[in-house]
């Protein structure tokens, strides 16, 4: 169990064959420390997302103000979901599939290491290459959901939309690269014992999440290459003018993979809940199966509703129904996951910790999103309500208050394990409360603003409307987020430097990743644990109490306990950065094109040709 | 623990907070309130939500108290040891997939009816308007009618109306809060929309909005439904349908506008500055006349609008930047003058449907000057503007890539609700349009102006006007009523 032993617990020079400095960052092929790349990255872009709120939520304060442009806030309001979605929720998921898929199933590393240095690499370049055009006025301005013809070359020429369809084609790779990297992990890499049925339920959804990437992600890729290739061949998918092209192509395909995109955002954070809840109130994650099965459900479910996003474009009576219906039979497995972690806490001893509270004000939170989506599972009166701010309300309180809750939740509760750290609790909790104010500040009234009548994406709007009050209310709401946020930043860095020293598991957790020191070893475990139940270290028999014993003592090297540990290379890094310079040559010069083809195919050839490891002796 | 009762506080605020605003919102201080519906379409819809607040209340309650309340219950104290290490229950796990089903039901089966309802073909004998989204404002044409007109219809109540839509550039969405829900306006397709007014709102004037992003100008694709009785809409019908008055060929006398004494022209182009005093003696008048005028009990319907004084306490910008314009149509003789059939009275116009977007400060205009609306008409004729606007009766403004102008006079509104139609307005919309709303289609026309889109200074060489032309144009357009 906790040591006392008291030790730097950075990841400097820690790693015995690592190099010190940015070069082990830069060459590291190690999931956790790429986890927190991922974090770091992450939680920059999401602040950067926020930022760009609080001056959406600035210009909406009163009617009729001046303080950004028009083009300008549709840049915002465009940057502010792409950054949201594709920079900062999915990326923070990922950082915790990194950091903890392996030590949940009680694996050394992921199937693949480098690909998933690569993955990083391709989505650290890709979100900036899609974030920096802000700062020169032409970022993306055709909406998060770019649709078309709008997005065509005739009715938006400039560079904003090519920034947009390229920014989210490269983005794909860096997903997909993952997906497959996870979903061979999960399936091959489980320690002896580790069923299915017992493996944790955050890596349960971030499997049930992988699948939906891979089944996602070429939809928007297709969508995008036709988009792409209209923008820049003159082909005729979405064009308006010549006969044959049709815009709701676009809308169809964007759906097939916006909805999924939806549970790939907030099942994460269901997972990270699952782990929070059931340590803080000291009992088992009630209803276990069935929360693997309604993971399970409301993925397959989650192919079926797409349609449900275009109630009002006049798909007739017939497709009308069809999507209401699916649409509302998604919410009985999103029932019975709130009430199963209701009951998790019910006759459990429940502590409210940071991270419980920000798990069970998920649970409160994605509740209101969740009868709100209900709302608007009914086509006629969705089409009162689509467009609108009710619908931003909504989908706020699902991944603001499920995904956003959800992930917070996961950073408290595992910064721990991170860092070998605890995060301050009193600065948490000022940052909880905080952030549950603002929230429910800035998005409730939304509810109202939407239902009398105010359409979403509109930089302005008239005097007299009837508006302003929910509006004032949502601005002064959007202001305390920075606040909090610095709450944050400022626990963030001051408890990674002299935070009180976490121990191995300082919530008294049940899982596998609590068994080995904090931070945890370059190679997890010493010895790879044997697993007889959901959480050995509470309910364990023998084995798992033995290999828990071994893998808790700390200060051996790889090499003391002969574990073959992954070369570092900087190989992943140059191939994702050959990768985006050949995308910067579709928009810049094909001298860029031909330098990042050849860059790419160099550094891939070079890695393919070069061990992963040492040989096993 | 402190940290939970905030919850439970917290969400019973939400709770009373919910249901306070859900009966606030339906006064009248919301005027696009989707939750007071107007029309047979609007009523289905709000039937459906009625029912789904209820049950979406009803389960709120259930789970944020089942939450509250375990959240209290179980709280660990003191010396607790380890609880009972349950790890589910079937029945449990039965009841609460089963439960929610049951309500889905409820909500499911008068969903599909209304969507059945709701989009089966239109009543025949409906009125039919065809509405085209461009961007950034909405024509409607009444095809059995052969009029056209824009940002601005006039539909009969207790008939149903058979909205057609299409696009003539990117995806739109027509929507009118208080008499239904939204279609979205889809290029290549037409896209179909009806609802019957009530009776009970006659003389009344909603607001439009596009309802789908649309590019830079969207938040400015706004239009005005003027709901009025058969009588009025025929009247207007009459009038719209005629060439434009000033300076066309004579058409027949309208049924009956006439009549109305010389003063009662001008009143809508005194400029904003012009406060709240009366610019002409007869003003004093006009808003009795108006009353008059309008309602139900008007037997013919075809009173004259009377335009009504600005009034610029919400528009305090206006007072420095805009100078003035007094378009003069010369005497009460001129035909152009008289609106040829019934508009909906300017003075009944609800202070929502007035725009109060500010002028940008720095566009300005010479102050006192007049228009002469047969020297604006030569100015108009020869300028750019017919390249994309047409006037029935004049037969060099045969433009269709803007709004029809034939009876511009006759509009409340200019720049898809952007601004209020009135002399001080239009001149500056005519002088810099790209300034007044971004990114539109309307070139910059002032001499001497900068085009924001073509970053270029406007000269003679590309047809610059000088404010005079403009005023002079002010008067014309402006008597096109």
Known sequence: ?617 | MKGSDRLRRLACYAVIAALAVAAVSCNEAHPNTTLVPHSDFGREIDFLWNRLLLLGTIVFILVEGALVYVVFKYRRRENQGTPPQTHGSTKLEIAWTLIPAVILVFIAVPTVKTIFITQAQAAPGSLNIDVTGHQWWWEFRYPEYGVTTANEIYIPVGRTVNFRLRSADVIHSFWTPQLGGKRDVVTNRTNYLWYTPDSSIASSVWNGFCAEYCGSSHANMRFRVFTVTQAQFDSWIAGQKMPARFGAVAGPTPPAGGQIPPPMEAPGMSVPAGANAPSQTAQGAAPRIARQSSGTQAPGGAQPAIPRPQTPAANPGAQTSVGGVTPSTGAASIPGALPAGYIFPRANIPDYAIPHTPIPADLKFTAGLTGSAARGKQVFSGAACIGCHSIAGNPAAMGVLGPNLTHVGSRSIIAAGRYPNTAAYLALWIKNARKMKPDVLMPTLGMDEYDPVLKAKVTSANGGLTDQQIADIVAYLTALK
């Not at chain 1, 502010?80 to 999915?90: D, E, K, P």
């Not at chain 1, 950091?99 to 949940?104: A, E, K």
């Not at chain 1, 409730?444 to 709007?461: A, C, D, V």
């Not at chain 1, 959901?534 to 028999?541: D, I, M, Q, S, V």
């Open chain 1, 1 to 617: 169990m906790a040591t006392t032993a008291i030790r730097t617990p950075a990841y400097g020079a820690e790693y015995p064959g690592e190099h010190g400095g940015l070069y082990s960052w830069l060459a590291t092929v190690d999931h956790k420390r790429i986890g927190i790349l991922y974090l770091y990255t992450a939680l920059g872009f999401f602040i950067f997302g926020g930022l760009e709120a609080v001056v959406i939520r600035a210009q909406l304060g009163a009617p009729n103000q001046h303080l950004v442009s028009a083009e300008f806030y549709n840049q915002l309001f465009t940057m502010h979901g792409t950054t949201m979605i594709f920079l900062a929720i999915m990326p923070l998921s990922s950082a915790f599939f990194n950091f903890l898929i392996p030590l949940q199933i009680g694996a050394r590393d992921v199937a693949f290491p480098r690909l998933n240095a690569f993955s990083y690499w391709v989505y650290l370049f890709g979100g900036l290459f899609i974030t920096l055009p802000i700062f020169f006025a032409v970022a993306p301005n055709g909406g998060w959901f770019g649709y078309a013809p709008l997005t065509t070359k005739a009715y938006s020429p400039g560079l904003n939309i090519d920034f947009w369809v390229i920014g989210l084609q490269i983005l794909g790779v860096s997903s997909l690269a993952a997906a497959f990297n996870f979903l061979t992990t999960i399936i091959n890499l489980r320690a002896p014992g580790m069923t299915l049925m017992r493996m944790p339920m955050f890596t349960w959804m971030a499997f049930v999440v992988q699948v939906l990437l891979v089944l996602a992600f070429p939809v928007i890729t297709i969508a995008l290459v036709f988009l792409l290739f209209d923008r820049f061949f003159g082909t005729n998918f979405y064009n308006t003018v010549s006969a044959g092209a049709d815009p709701l192509l676009w809308q169809h395909l964007f759906w097939i993979f916006g909805h999924p995109e939806v549970y790939i955002l907030v099942l994460p954070a269901f997972g990270l809940v699952s782990e929070v809840i059931p340590v803080y109130s000291r009992k088992p994650l009630f209803g276990y199966p069935v929360m693997v099965y309604s993971g399970i459900l409301i993925a397959v479910l989650g192919f079926g509703v797409w349609a449900h996003h275009m109630f009002a474009v006049g798909m007739g009576p017939i497709a009308d129904t069809f999507f209401g219906l699916t649409t509302m039979l998604i919410a009985i497995p999103t029932g019975v996951k709130i009430f199963n972690w209701i009951a998790t806490m019910a006759q459990g001893a429940v502590r409210y910790t940071t991270a419980m509270l920000f798990g069970v004000s998920l649970v409160g939170l994605f509740t209101i999103g969740g009868i709100s989506g209900i709302m608007h599972s009914s086509p006629p009166a969705d089409l009162q309500q689509t467009d609108t701010y009710f619908i931003v309300a909504h989908f706020h309180y699902v991944l603001f208050g499920g995904s956003i809750m959800g992930i917070f939740a996961g950073i408290y509760h595992y910064f721990p394990k991170i860092t070998g750290r605890m995060l301050d609790e009193k600065l948490g909790k000022w940052h909880f409360w905080l952030m549950f104010i603002a929230m429910n500040l800035t998005f409730f009234p939304m509810h109202f603003s939407g239902m009398l009548g105010m359409p979403r994406r509109i930089y302005t709007y008239d005097a007299g409307q009837g508006w302003d009050l929910y509006n004032a209310m949502s601005t002064i709401g959007a202001m305390i987020f920075p606040i909090a946020m610095l709450f944050f930043i400022y626990n963030f860095f001051k408890s990674r430097r002299s935070g009180e020293i976490a121990g191995s598991n300082p919530w008294g957790a049940g899982t596998l990743e609590w068994s080995i020191p904090s931070p945890p070893p370059e190679y997890n475990f010493a010895k790879i644990p044997t697993v007889t139940t959901r959480y050995p270290l509470w309910e364990g028999k023998e084995p798992d109490h033995e290999s828990a014993r071994i893998n808790a003592q700390e200060g051996k090297t790889p090499h003391e306990l002969g574990i073959i540990i992954p070369y570092s290379t900087m190989k992943p890094l140059l191939v994702a950065a050959g990768l985006i310079i050949m995308f910067c040559g579709l928009i810049w010069s094909h001298v860029l094109l031909a330098v990042g083809a050849g860059t790419l195919i160099l550094s891939l050839y070079s890695w393919l040709l070069s061990p992963l490891e040492p040989e096993h002796s």
